[in-house]
């Protein structure tokens, strides 16, 4: 069993940054692939980005590319998204997910989620 809880959200101003944190229970955090999905008002929750259990299998999604930075640190069970140039559409409910593997795009790959923190960028 992994719990997980997100941080960091807020609102900003487009052209801004924000760093959201994840923090996991249990010992085991490292043995998952993480990722961060995200859902607009009115929208479906869609894929963010990912990295693997040891941070060396990294994807994002086209939009975020170049612009969000995702990492993790095992010692401290944590994973971030640092997230930079920020645009009004990236307005969301940002939502941390964990799976046993391998890294995915497909939300029902994650077997964990948190309880999602909101960011919203203003124009």
């Known amino acids: 069993q992994v719990q997980l809880v997100e941080s960091g959200g807020g609102l900003v101003q487009a052209g801004g940054s924000l760093r959201l944190s994840c923090a996991a229970s249990?010992?085991?955090?490292?043995?998952?692939?993480m990722g961060w999905f995200r859902q607009a008002p009115g929208k479906e929750r869609e894929f963010v980005a990912t990295?693997?259990?040891?941070?060396?299998?990294?994807d994002y999604a086209d939009s975020v590319k170049g612009r969000f930075t995702i990492s993790r640190d095992n010692a401290k069970n944590t994973q971030y998204l640092q997230m930079n140039s920020l645009k009004p559409e990236d307005t969301a409910v940002y939502y941390c997910?964990?799976?046993?593997?391998?890294?995915?795009?497909?939300?029902?790959?994650?077997?964990?989620w948190g309880q999602g923190t909101q960011v919203t960028v203003s124009s």
């Open positions: 249990g010992r085991t955090f490292s043995r998952y692939d």
């Open positions: 990295i693997n259990w040891s941070g060396g299998s990294i």
């Open positions: 997910a964990a799976t046993a593997g391998p890294t995915s795009q497909q939300q029902r790959r994650y077997v964990y």
